[in-house]
Structures are given as structure tokens and as C-alpha cells.
């Protein structure tokens, strides 16, 4: 490799560094071509898996202040460069592992925060941005939903009182609509939590009939 190739080669990984937002150091010894390509599959979507040159590496990490993997670049090494979700990359690199012996998760690297391999299986454990997200969402829906269902009542009250102070006032005028209106308040069965918007609603009217 010329010099200026692996000048651009260490410029690029410095820069797959500074604009992941996670990344994961592994050992891929004894790893076939093929099961390498079915790792890539697995993280694609969420990583891009890399077969790296230790000394580039190191150079590159230095460059872009990367001290995660100091002493680490031995062996055959590829480094998981998240974009995407860390905790399903995370679960990616976890489930292979269990299926494929022979690739080793060394380290890792989460928002500028070195990772041991035991705390990145731990990281997989968790539960996705998504799931998170939805649970969340989920979570405000049922919220809101409540919240709908206890103003509901007293406005529907209110908003039946109203308009039948409306109707009368309309036909009788207004003094002889609001005595009937009181009237059909009294009668009108409502829920024990919705008299105070009823009883503000007839003290409206009979202050404009005072009027």
C-alpha cells in the first residue's frame, strides 16, 4: 500500500469514528468469508462492518481522539461502525456471537464512552429506540385518553344547558327563558363530578336575566 493510500485509508476511518455514533471492536479469527457477509446482512440498517488494518486503526483513532481500543488492534480485527440503533447492532453482534463462537466482541465505544464487551452485552439487552418510543407513545395516548374521558362529562352537561338556555331565549326571550332553563338544569340528571360546571353555567344565567 502506498503512502497515499494509506493516508486516505486512515483519513476514512478517522472519519467512520468522529460520525458513528457507536462503535464495537471484534476479533473475527477463523470467521469464513461467507459468515462475515451474513454478519454484515445481520447489522445492515443499523452498522457497517469493517475488516481493518491494526496500525491504520490505531493512527486513525489517535487522529480522531479514540483511546477506546488502545492495546487492543491485535489479531485479525473488523470494527462494527454504528449509524443506526446501538442497542439492536449491539443484539446483532451478540446473537452471532452466541451462533459463531469464533468471533470475539473485544470492545466498544458509545457516545465518546469506552464499553467492555460484558457492559455491550448488557447494552443488548436493553430494549430498542422504537419499542422505547412506542412505550412511550403508548403511554401518553392512555394519558390523554383518560384525561378526554374525565372533562368529557361536565362539558357535554354544560354544552347541553347552554344551548337549551339558547333555545328558550330564542322562542320566549330573555325573560322568560332563563326561570325555564333553571328548571330544566334541576331536572336534568347529572354525574356527582360535573355540578360545579352546571352550577356555574346557571349562575351565568341568572346574572344576564339580573341584568
Known amino acids: 500500500m502506498s503512502r ?10 478517522a472519519d467512520k ?11 473475527y479469527r477463523g470467521l469464513s468469508v461467507a459468515q462475515i457477509t451474513e454478519l454484515r ?13 491494526n496500525t491504520l486503526t490505531e493512527l486513525a483513532a489517535k487522529e480522531a481522539g479514540v483511546t477506546a481500543f488502545d492495546g487492543q488492534l491485535v489479531g485479525p480485527s473488523a470494527i462494527a461502525f454504528v449509524d443506526g440503533d446501538p442497542v439492536e447492532a449491539a443484539k446483532s453482534l451478540r446473537d452471532f456471537a452466541k451462533a459463531h463462537p469464533l468471533l470475539v466482541i473485544k470492545s466498544g465505544l458509545l457516545d465518546g464512552k469506552a464499553l467492555t464487551a460484558q457492559e455491550i452485552t448488557k447494552l443488548a439487552d436493553l430494549e430498542s429506540r422504537e419499542v422505547l418510543l412506542a412505550k412511550l407513545a403508548g403511554a401518553m395516548n392512555a394519558s390523554l385518553t383518560q384525561a378526554v374521558y374525565l372533562f368529557a362529562a361536565p362539558l357535554s352537561q354544560t354544552a347541553r344547558v347552554v344551548d337549551a338556555l339558547r333555545a328558550k331565549v330564542e322562542s320566549e326571550g330573555p325573560a ?20 360545579p360546571a352546571v352550577e356555574a353555567t346557571e349562575n351565568v344565567a341568572t346574572g344576564g336575566d339580573d341584568a
Open 4 to 13: 497515499a493510500d494509506k493516508t486516505a485509508a486512515i483519513a476514512e476511518l
Open 17 to 27: 469514528f468522529r460520525s458513528s455514533s457507536a462503535t464495537v471492536l471484534t476479533e
Open 41 to 53: 446482512g445481520a447489522l445492515r440498517g443499523n452498522a457497517t462492518y469493517a475488516v481493518v488494518k
Open 176 to 195: 322568560d327563558a332563563a326561570p325555564e332553563a333553571e328548571a330544566e338544569v334541576a331536572t336534568e340528571e347529572t354525574p356527582a363530578d360535573a355540578a
